[in-house]
């Protein structure tokens, strides 16, 4: 029987996406909001019985270690660099700190990562640094962002590390990114993701904890704070039991990779866009 796999991943940071648009956001604020959104995503995490993939700052590690702690019981943690802030420059070796911070704190092995906001970056050092998957690759077209039209959109081995990317649809490269799962009607996007998975064989999806927050409050763009909070965790929850009721086999990133290298799932073949 054919598998459908669905990597469901949380960029796991501090709440700082207001520094984008001008508002400044104490860092005790920053981890309060990541903080109530990761209370409403865990109910709903726990009522589903399903392994996730949580992309976690060294920092939000540091800050709070028995829950990161708690989370690898159960579900993956990976990196997701060392911060999360504009404030504070990316530097290479961050990558590295983080990966310690976090086998440190979690006492499990970290192999995956995810850069902040799908940042460019050197990705040189990971394999020797001891990660087997990276996952900062959206092979879309983003104004104003990126336009990465021209990677592929399967999972593919580059000099030793396995690249997860972000799922967007077969055709026309639609991102089904976090704003997609925020913006459009459920029924819509509920069935972009199913016939992708069942076209693609496997789905990779990222959202953020603070996004079941409420985050009405702070001055963002409504494209950014639509459907917060409750809301939005009642729409993670139909999501879910949707593409369960329809065979999707919920894994981590890292026991996805094990049946990529295993089963020889990884793409051999030209593809299309």
């Given amino acids: 029987m054919e598998r459908h796999f669905i990597n469901l991943t949380f960029d796991l940071e501090e709440f700082d996406i207001p520094e984008e648009y001008g508002q400044k956001v104490s860092e005790n604020n920053q981890m309060d909001v990541t903080l109530e959104g990761m209370n409403r995503l865990m109910r709903v ?4 019985d399903i392994t996730v993939t949580f992309f976690t700052t060294g ?32 530097q290479q070796d961050d990558i590295l700190i983080s990966k310690q911070i976090l086998e440190s704190v979690s006492e499990s092995r970290v192999t995956g990562f995810r850069m902040p906001r799908l940042a460019p970056f050197d990705e040189s050092k990971l394999t020797e640094w001891g990660f087997e998957y990276d996952s900062s ?92 909070g409750q809301k939005l965790t009642n729409r993670l929850d139909g999501l879910i039991q949707y593409l369960k009721s329809n065979k999707g086999e919920f894994v981590t990133c890292q026991q996805f990779c094990t049946q990529l290298k295993e089963k020889s799932y990884l793409l051999k073949s030209p593809w299309k866009i």
Avoid: Q
């Fill in 137 to 228: 690759v959206n092979p879309t077209y983003l104004p104003g962002r990126y336009n990465l039209l021209h990677k592929n959109p399967l999972p593919y081995i580059e000099k030793g590390l396995i690249e997860l990317p972000c799922s967007t649809t077969p055709f026309l490269r639609f991102p089904l990114f976090w704003l997609s799962f925020k913006n459009l009607p459920p029924a819509i996007y509920s069935s972009m993701c199913l016939r992708t998975l069942r076209k693609r064989k496997t789905l990779m999806l990222y959202f953020h904890p603070w996004e079941f927050a409420d985050i009405s409050s702070f001055k963002l763009p409504g494209f950014v704070k639509n459907n917060n």
């Fill in 45 to 48: 995490l726990d009522k589903h």
């Fill in 59 to 90: 920092n939000f590690a540091r800050k709070n270690p028995e829950l990161v702690r708690n989370l690898a019981a159960k579900h993956e943690i990976a990196s997701h660099a060392l911060y999360h802030s504009p404030a504070h420059i990316f």
